[in-house]
């Protein structure tokens, strides 16, 4: 039993062929899927987002040490070194209020003693 069709085939269609329209198409949605399978977007680790966005920092490149840090899991060692970072930047771009929040936040968190000190000590830099 074979396809049944009840009118002619579209313009431009051939037996075996992909119609142009369709290929672009297919295209498309391989270049979605490699993006949404996460091809493109490989895992860094923590230490290395660490490492990069000190980088920004010396380059005073703020707003990307902001997205860097942002990307480190609260659980890693690293993330409170990441805060301090964080709230450097933020002071530097002249933003003190979000720098005060970034380390009032730390002091307030569950991060290593000297992290939580630091916060703590640089919140008070800050309000002097």
Same mark, same amino acid.
């Given at each position: 039993?074979?396809?049944?069709?009840?009118?002619?085939?579209?313009?431009?269609f051939m037996?075996g062929?992909?119609?142009?329209?369709?290929?672009?198409?297919?295209?498309v949605?391989?270049?979605?899927?490699?993006?949404?399978?996460?091809?493109?977007?490989?895992?860094i680790?923590?230490n #290395?987002?660490?490492?990069?966005?000190?980088?920004?920092?010396?380059k005073?490149?703020?707003?990307?040490?902001?997205?860097?840090?942002?990307?480190?899991?609260?659980?890693?060692? #690293?993330w409170?070194?990441?805060?301090?970072?964080?709230?450097e930047?933020?002071?530097?771009?002249?933003?003190?209020?979000?720098a005060?929040?970034?380390y009032l936040?730390?002091? #307030?968190?569950?991060? @290593?003693? @000297?992290?939580?000190?630091?916060?703590?000590?640089?919140?008070? @830099?800050?309000?002097r």
């Amino acid at each position: 039993m074979g396809f049944v069709t009840n009118g002619p085939r579209a313009p431009g269609f051939m037996h075996g062929q992909i119609r142009r329209s369709t290929l672009p198409d297919l295209i498309v949605l391989g270049i979605l899927f490699v993006l949404v399978s996460g091809c493109g977007n490989p895992t860094i680790p923590a230490n #290395e987002l660490l490492s990069q966005a000190r980088v920004a920092l010396a380059k005073r490149s703020y707003s990307k040490v902001q997205q860097l840090v942002a990307r480190i899991p609260e659980s890693a060692p #690293e993330w409170g070194d990441g805060q301090l970072l964080s709230a450097e930047a933020a002071f530097q771009a002249g933003d003190v209020d979000d720098a005060l929040t970034v380390y009032l936040g730390l002091a #307030e968190s569950q991060a @290593e003693p @000297e992290d939580v000190a630091a916060g703590y000590f640089y919140a008070a @830099e800050i309000l002097r």
